[in-house]
């Protein structure tokens, strides 16, 4: 079956970075979106990263952008979150999510239904 694991999240102080990673197995996602969520205590899960099959097209949240990067290596049907200047409203789970689809648009990469399959999520915690 398909699977979805994230590693690398942990705690970290406050202007920091972190780089988390999602491992798929089960099926290849080289040619689907996949992206980053994440879910703080209490609170929606919302989008921060999303990026589509080569040419690889990257959205990002506001909240994010410029301090956050994603990443793809299709050939180890992974991708990556690189997460620089971190602070403490980035505490949160993420979640590594992978469509069926074969593209989504700055708007539609955002949405939850667009996802077929997520990972259990990680920890990241930010200390101010």
């Known amino acids: 079956q398909v699977q979805l694991v994230e590693s690398g999240g942990g705690l970290v102080q406050a202007g920091g970075s972190l780089k988390l990673s999602c491992a798929a197995s089960?099926?290849?996602?080289?040619?689907?979106?996949m992206s980053w969520f994440r879910q703080a205590p209490g609170k929606e899960r919302l989008f921060v990263a999303a990026v589509n099959r080569g040419p690889d097209t990257t959205y990002y949240a506001d909240s994010v952008k410029g301090r956050f990067t994603i990443s793809r290596d299709d050939a180890q049907n992974t991708v990556y979150l690189h997460m620089g200047s971190l602070k403490p409203e980035d505490t949160a789970v993420y979640f590594c999510?992978?469509?069926?689809?074969?593209?989504?648009?700055?708007?539609?990469?955002?949405?939850?239904?667009?996802?077929?399959?997520w990972g259990q999520g990680t920890q990241v915690t930010v200390s101010s």
């Open positions: 089960g099926r290849s996602f080289s040619t689907n979106p």
């Open positions: 999510a992978a469509s069926s689809a074969y593209f989504c648009s700055a708007y539609r990469c955002q949405a939850t239904s667009l996802y077929n399959y």
